[in-house]
Nanobody, 123 residues
Framework: QVQLVESGGGLVQPGGSLRLSCVASGSIIGINSMSWFRQAPGKKRELVADITGGNTTYYAATVNGRFTVSRDMTENAVYLQMNSLRPEDTAVYYC?????????????????WGRGTQVTVSS
């Protein structure tokens, strides 16, 4: 069974930094891409950053230049370094992975979400 577990959220003052981590576990054969989404109260879930197996990255315009996404393919992990945080960055941050895994000796493909980690930016 594939699971994604996020960590690293918390309360930080405006201008501060946080580093989120997400580790995928299970019978994973390979991961095509890993992404970070966020959802603020009353708003739709939005893509924050994405990184492919070839390390191509994408950032939402609202975080470009402040956030950095990276991954460790040996650990099936993705990270989000968040600098210069603003109150509007407050949200639950979710990890998402598009991957292949083994199930009963068959290769299957699927996309999975983590449960999320709360980030609150406030003085």
């Amino acid at each position: 069974q594939v699971q994604l577990v996020e960590s690293g959220g918390g309360l930080v003052q405006p201008g501060g930094s946080l580093r989120l981590s997400c580790v995928a576990s299970g019978s994973i054969i390979g991961i095509n891409s890993m992404s970070w989404f966020r959802q603020a109260p009353g708003k739709k879930r939005e893509l924050v950053a994405d990184i492919t197996g070839g390390n191509t990255t994408y950032y939402a315009a609202t975080v470009n230049g402040r956030f950095t996404v990276s991954r460790d393919m040996t650990e099936n992990a993705v990270y989000l370094q968040m600098n210069s945080l603003r109150p509007e960055d407050t949200a639950v941050y979710y990890c998402y992975a598009d991957l292949k895994f083994l199930e009963l000796d068959e290769v299957r493909a699927g996309a999975y979400w983590g449960r999320g980690t709360q980030v609150t930016v406030s003085s």
